[in-house]
Structure formats: C-alpha cells, structure tokens
C-alpha cells in the first residue's frame, strides 16, 4: 500500500511518501516506551502546559493548516478552518480538564475499609484514523491520552499523509517530547505487529466496519483494548409542528457538509406525513442552492468526495439502489464527468429494508426520506437498522422529542440541532457503529488504569 496525496478536485497528484522500515519501526516503538517511561513520573500539569501549546499552534497557523485539509481530501476551506478551530478546542478540553479527570477518587461505602480509585496510563496506543476529519479525528484520540501519558503512534488513512505529517509538525512545533506522538506510514502487516507487540496496550480505530472487524480482531487475537468508532445510518426526524424552512435547512446541512462524508451525517430524513409534501418541497429548494466546485473558492458550497474511489464506490452503491426499485426524488445519478471525485446530490425514495443497499452506510452527498404517520412508526423506522451511531429530531416540543430520543437506539441524539462532537460529551456508538467512548472525561478512561487502592 502507498501513502499518497491526491487533490481529490483535480486529480493532481501532490506527493508519494515512502513507507516506514521494519526497523525505524521498532526504534519509533522503543522511543514511544521511552516516553511512557518518564511520562508516569511526570506532572499532569507539565502535560496540560503542552496540550495549551499544541491547541495554541493549530489557532495560530488555521489557513496553514486549513489548505492541507482541502488539498488532500477535498474539505470546503471554510469546513477546513472550523476543523482546526475544533481540533485545537478539544486539546483546550483535556488541558483543561485533565488534572480533575486524574484525581483520585474515594469509594468509601465499601462493607469493609475503603478505596481510592487512582488513574494512570496503561502505555503505548495505536491511533488507526480515516481521512474524513484528519485532525479532530486525531485529537480526540490523542490529547486524552497525553494527558494520561499513554504515548499515541497514529496510522492515518493513506489518501491524507500530508495532513498526518501536518499534525507531526504541530506536536513538534508545540515542543511535545519526543514518542508522544509519532506517525508512521505503515502496511497492514505492519499496523498488526504493532497491536501484538507486548508494549503496546490497545488500540483506537475511526473507520468503517470492515476495517473495524479486521482490527478489533487482531486486538483480541492479543488480548488488547480496542474502541471502534464506525460509521453509521443516522436519521433526521422532523415533526409535524417544525418551523419547515428552519428545518429543511438543517437537513441539508446535516446531510451536505463535508461532502455527505460524515458518520453522523443525516443518512436518513423520517418525516411527519402531515407536512411530508411542504417538507419535500423546502428540501428540494435547499439542495438547489448547493454549489459543486473547487474546495478552495469561496464561492464552492459543495465538496467533491474525498478520492476517485470513493466516487466509484458510491456511485456504485446508488446504481445498486436505483435498480432495485428506489426512486430519486430530487438530482441526476449520472456520474459526474472530469478528472475530479465530484457528486451530484440526490434524494432517494422507497428504499425497502429488502434492497441490498437499505444497510449500507451511503457515504456522500446522498439522502433517503421516508415519511410516518406516528411516534411510534419513526421509532421503528429509525430503529430497523443494524447500526446505532446518532440521529437528530426536530420539534418544538421538547418532552415529545426527548420521548422519542430516548427510545432510539444510538450512541447520541440531539433534539433541533444538527448532531456534532463536542469536546464535553461522550462520542460512540452501539450495535454495529462500534463501542468505546471518545471525548468528556468517558474518553480519558478508556485506555487508563483505573485502579483502586485498598485498606
Ligand atoms: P476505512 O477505509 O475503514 O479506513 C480507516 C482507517 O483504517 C484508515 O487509516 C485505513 O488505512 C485503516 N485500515 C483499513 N483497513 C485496515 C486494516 N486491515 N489494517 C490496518 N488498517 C486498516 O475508513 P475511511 O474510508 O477512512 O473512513 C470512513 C468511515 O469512517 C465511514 O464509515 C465513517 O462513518 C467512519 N467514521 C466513523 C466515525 C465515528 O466516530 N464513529 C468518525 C469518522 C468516520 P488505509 O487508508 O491505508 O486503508
């Protein structure tokens, strides 16, 4: 496999970057081990004093690192700059934060003595990260981790090594010490040497199923730890009493940003029958206003996809769909012509939970809507999937719609705002979107040891 910066909206190819040998692998692991070493002896203060510098790097240098965002996977620039800005809000968080995560904690109502609960680092974890939010993505794994002093050697996704190295520079530049974290360009077998070796404690993969099978198996192969943050088939539930143009823009923007390339993008828009018709309507005339074109004009509100496979493969996917019996209610399914990876949007109806696509995550700028006559009957669409990632519910009746949130079977939902991490929540998903918790102080103790000291 080849590390290789392609820009995904003119096809140029950027750069090729050689993989890393079997042996400055193991001086990459011997250096990680090092740090962890000395980072259990540490303060957690002199860490916190780090992370504010990294977050400090990513703020100062935004257009800087922006561009490699765009340029890489095709990330709108504006996308890309609010990117940077939450990537360094989520190092803010743990430097924030994490002194209090780490204190000890009593449990005194125990039948005899009591405890205290202490938390450390467990050692070295492995970061494997896809190319859809090349920074967050990373952050989020890693600055818990510094902060518990687990050292993080990351595999990014190999269409982004540019934004991998971006990262590299910024810990270097935020004077992190050296095996805090380390990327590396490697092969699959190598990514597998890694999770066997005895030093390494567990391992953090965003990605799809596929890969989260192949490597949540090989963490249990070994007996170690592993999240798995995969994708999902998130709906958008609009009721009956919506303000429709307010929520018909957020559906779209659910749906549209970064290319339709989020895992908790709206997949699925379930809407009221009572006002299915005006919906649609207000639904179409959004997706109308987005504009396809280069990620780095100002003028572009659409992004091309990240690659020309992932052009391929969705285009595949709808062709699948299509003839099965879907209808397209809004858009053109013929592919996109040219050298670049873009996608025309759709709308797509009558999606029957027989169609070989109805579990497929459609990753891109592609909505289905279905419509239901009561509570109960969204519930039972929005639940008739094998994955569990978000959703989103739009109404002005709050009971009503945390009624029907709490009957949902995902990792989170959010009730009139489109679903986004935030550093103070806890990120996953149940079912076949993954387990493990990313973010809030859930995040830090994933790959600690939580250890109760006992008299
Ligand atoms: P992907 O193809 O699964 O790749 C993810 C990462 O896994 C990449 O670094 C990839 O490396 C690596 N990888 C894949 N197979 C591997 C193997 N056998 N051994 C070692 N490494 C392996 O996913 P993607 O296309 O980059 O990302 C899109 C997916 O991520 C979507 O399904 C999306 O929903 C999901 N996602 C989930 C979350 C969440 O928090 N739940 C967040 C963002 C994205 P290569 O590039 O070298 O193959």
Not at 246 to 266: E, I, P, S
Not at 282 to 305: C, I, N, S, V, W
Not at 360 to 385: H, R
Request: proline content about 5%; some cysteine; overall charge negative.
């Amino acid at each position: 496999m080849s590390y290789t910066a392609v820009n995904p909206y003119n096809g140029q190819k950027i750069r090729d970057f050689d993989n890393i040998t079997d042996q400055q692998l193991s001086i990459v692991l011997d250096k990680a081990q090092a740090f962890y070493d000395k980072s259990q002896k540490q303060t957690i203060q002199e860490r916190t004093k780090l992370l504010n510098k990294l977050a400090d790097e990513f703020e100062k240098n935004t257009e800087k690192y922006a561009r490699i965002l765009s340029t890489n996977m095709g990330k709108l620039l504006t996308e890309a700059g609010q990117e940077v800005a939450k990537t360094s809000s989520f190092a803010r968080y743990y430097a924030k934060n994490g002194v209090k995560f780490m204190q000890p904690k009593p449990y005194n109502d125990l039948t005899n003595g009591q405890a205290q609960v202490e938390f450390s680092g467990t050692g070295i974890v492995l970061a494997v990260e896809p190319w859809n939010f090349p920074y967050t993505q990373v952050m989020r794994m890693f600055a818990p981790n510094f902060i518990l002093g687990n050292p993080v050697i990351l595999k990014h996704a190999s269409i982004v090594p540019e934004t991998a190295l971006a990262f590299q520079e910024a810990c270097e530049n935020a004077g992190m010490p050296e095996g805090a974290f380390t990327n590396i360009f490697a092969d699959y077998d190598q990514i597998n040497h890694i999770i066997a070796d005895p030093r390494v404690q567990g391992v953090a993969l965003t990605g799809s199923e596929n890969a989260g099978r192949k490597i949540a198996s090989v963490a249990g192969q070994n007996l170690k730890k592993s999240t798995m943050e995969l994708g999902g088939t998130d709906v958008f539930v609009v009721l009956d009493d919506v303000d429709v143009p307010v929520a018909a823009k957020d559906a779209v923007k659910a749906r549209l940003t970064n290319a339709g390339q989020v895992c908790t993008a709206a997949k699925r828009y379930i809407v009221s029958a009572k006002i299915y018709p005006e919906f649609l309507k207000a639904l179409k005339e959004e997706f109308a206003k987005y504009q396809l074109g280069d990620p780095l004009d100002e003028k572009t509100t659409l992004a091309p996809l990240s690659s020309k496979s992932a052009q391929q493969q969705l285009q595949d996917q709808v062709d699948k769909v299509i003839a099965v019996g879907a209808e397209i209610l809004y858009g053109d399914p013929t592919p996109v012509p040219g050298v670049g990876a873009g996608f025309s949007p759709l709308i797509l109806t009558g999606m029957s939970d027989d169609n070989p696509m109805y579990e497929e995550e459609l990753f891109g700028p592609v909505a289905q809507i279905y419509q239901a006559q009561t509570d109960d009957e969204i519930i039972k669409i929005a639940n008739n999937s094998r994955h569990g990632l978000g959703g989103a519910i739009y109404t002005k009746d709050i009971a009503r719609g945390r009624k029907i949130a709490s009957q949902i079977e995902t990792g989170q939902v959010t009730i009139n705002s489109i679903l986004s991490s935030q550093a103070e929540v806890p990120f996953g998903g149940v079912k076949d979107s993954g387990y493990g918790r990313e973010l809030s102080d859930w995040g830090i103790y994933e790959f600690a040891n939580i250890k109760p000291v006992m008299y």
